[in-house]
Structure formats: C-alpha cells, structure tokens
C-alpha cells in the first residue's frame, strides 16, 4: 500500500447553531465533582513540534487557573468523569490485561486481532505520541498515550454523536492497557486521511482549509465542546476522493473540555490552555471559554497563510495579528484577512457561533 497521503482542499460541514455556556459561582473541588457527577446521563458515553514546545513552555509560564479550582484536564478528574458515564461499555473500547505494546517508525503492531503498519510519527507530544499508518482495509491514525484515561475516544464519540456529517468522520477504537491506552481513528470507506499542511501551495486553498476549520469549531462548540489546543500537526484531513475533504479532525484532544460533563466551567479562566492569552491581554478572565477555539483556529490559519506564527498586537481597533494590521489600500482578499483575524481575535462582546457562522459565509462567498 501507497504510505504517501493526497492533499485536501474543501471541507464542507453546517450547524446553524451553539450552545451558550452557564457560568456558576466558583465551587470547591468537592463541590464541582458532585456537580459533574448530577450533570452525567447514560447517554453521553455515546507543523509543528517548535510551536507545541513553545506553547508548553508559554503555558508553563503563564498564570494558573482560579486558584482552589480541579484542572479540568487532570486525568484523575477525567478518569472518574468516564467512569461516572461508564465509557467502557462503548462496543469499540477495548481493555487488555498486558503493558503498553512497542509502536515505532516503520513497523507493525496488533490490536484486537487487527494488523498496523506503522508509517511515520507525526507528533511527539512527550507524554504521547501520533502515528500515521493503515490496515488492509484503508488508513489510520494512532496516537499511543501513557495516560491511561481514555479521553480523546471519549469526545470523538459525543462529536460523532451529536454530527451531522458523522458517516465522513474516522471511525475510532480504543485500546486500554496497564500503562496507557492507543486510540485508532480508521478512516471510513472510501476515504483517506492527509495531513493539514500537505499541499497548501496558494491563498486559495488555504481558504478552504479555513472554511473547514471554522466548520469544525462550530460544530464542536454545538455539541458543548472545547478542544483548546487547535494547531495544524493535531489536525487531519478525512478525504472522500481528489479535492473533495470531508471533515477536520483532532487527532489529540489532550487541552479539550467537555462541557456537558464538566459544566461548572463558565469562564476561559477555568481552562487551563488559555492562560496565556489571558496573561497577554488577548481574552478577559471572564470571557466565555469557547474564545480559547477562536484564538487558536486564527494561529492555525496564520501558520498555513504565511508559515510564521501569528504574533497579535493591538490598536485602536482592538486585537489583530501583526502581519494583517496594516491599513493601506489592498485587494479584497487581503481585505478578507484583516477582518478574519480581526474578528476572531475580538469577540469578546459577541456570540462566538455568530462569528464563526458570518466568517464561514463570507469566506465561501469569496472562494467559491
């Protein structure tokens, strides 16, 4: 099998509205943990390595959440959320009485009987790691986590849930063993995975990607999640043939919330990867926590635009990024990024779904 992945271009995805999020008065950490744990139903079981580093490296700097309050990405508080919605009965979770098995660069590996071949790593997370590679049957993803709190399978499943495109989402499996766990994203019939930086060779499909991304906020904040951490090497293309993607992906959900299980969380403050655009002055403490997307959908877009990190600065007109704060006479696609970075970088005062929705419109109006 061919390991070399196509490009994508489009991906095409609506939802016309999100939930706004409730803010509490701040509990004690035994106090949230009951909150959770009434919030629970049966139901709801259903490039690039140097700019992760410095990320880290920002967060570590940067101020901690309210004081007193749980992480909500400690993985002793998300063990016992998925152990309140029992996320072990999905059908595709899978617990293994043996360590962590050997997944390396080149090399194969089994999981439920099921046969890998392991290409290449595309992320080093430290704690995890990401791997793409396939089956017989078509394409996957493997991300091998020492965490042995199975979350990222926990929100793929309430994002395929609650989608309406959920037939062109990877299918996903979980492995949970003494040490860690491997998640499997597998790519749907007829499809085929691409990374997000393959081939962004123009403005134009750099466009496209945009629109995706903005579709994949939208879509997570309808189904009341946060991801937290969007970056271009967490994020994977599922494509249905030559330039036409489907859908936008994490493939690491290690920053993200899950609002309905975790409602106590009512302000960016409480998320612990918005602490650096707090200590900058980018968001406000007590901004609604879904502006940590829009602050990290308009990097991703920066890095893919102009292959640079996004620095933001800000002028009379509030925030933008550095490279498009210019007011000079300019084309109107140059004229679309302004008020694309302007607009995300400034919704403070407005409802993140309808920032999202007015710039996918205006997007596809201009590319399409």
């Not at 919605?85 to 360590?99: A, I, L, R, Y």
């Not at 509030?318 to 004229?335: L, V």
């Not at 920032?355 to 596809?364: G, P, R």
């Amino acid at each position: 099998m061919d390991d070399g992945w196509t490009a994508a271009e489009l991906v095409s995805l609506d939802c016309d509205t999100a939930a706004a999020s409730k803010i509490r008065d701040k509990l004690s950490p035994i106090q949230e943990t009951s909150v959770e744990a009434s919030s629970l139903s049966a139901g709801l079981c259903s490039p690039l390595q140097e700019d992760q580093e410095q990320r880290e490296h920002q967060e570590q700097q940067a101020p901690s959440p309210v004081e007193g309050v749980v992480d909500p990405c400690d993985p002793d508080v998300r063990q016992h959320l998925l152990d309140l919605c029992d996320v072990t009965s999905c059908p595709d979770f899978h617990s293994e009485s043996c360590p962590l098995p050997a997944v390396e660069e080149h090399s194969c590996v089994t999981l439920g009987g099921e046969l890998y071949h392991v290409y290449s790593r595309v992320v080093d997370g430290g704690s995890f790691s990401v791997y793409k590679g396939a089956t017989e049957d078509g394409y996957a993803v493997l991300k091998v986590d020492s965490c042995s709190a199975p979350w990222d399978f926990h929100q793929l499943q309430r994002l395929k849930a609650n989608s309406p495109s959920a037939d062109s989402l990877p299918l996903i499996s979980c492995f949970l063993f003494l040490d860690g766990c491997v998640t499997v994203y597998s790519s749907p019939a007829g499809h085929m995975f691409t990374e997000l930086t393959e081939c962004v060779t123009s403005e134009v499909s750099v466009g496209y990607k945009a629109v995706g991304l903005l579709q994949l906020v939208s879509q997570l904040h309808c189904c009341r999640l946060l991801h937290g951490a969007l970056q271009p090497n967490i994020l994977t293309c599922s494509q249905r043939g030559f330039l036409i993607p489907d859908w936008v992906f994490p493939v690491d959900w290690s920053s993200s919330v899950d609002l309905d299980l975790q409602g106590v969380i009512g302000s960016v403050q409480q998320v612990p990867s918005a602490q650096t655009y707090i200590s900058l002055g980018l968001l406000q403490p007590t901004d609604t926590p879904q502006l940590v997307d829009l602050v990290g959908l308009a990097e991703t877009v920066h890095l893919l635009l102009t292959n640079s990190k996004m620095v933001p600065v800000k002028d009379a007109n509030g925030w933008t990024a550095e490279r498009f704060s210019g007011d000079e006479p300019c084309d109107m696609f140059s004229r679309m990024w302004r008020r694309f970075f302007r607009s995300l970088l400034n919704a403070g005062g407005r409802s993140p779904s309808s920032v999202l929705s007015e710039l996918t419109e205006q997007l596809l109006t201009l590319y399409h």
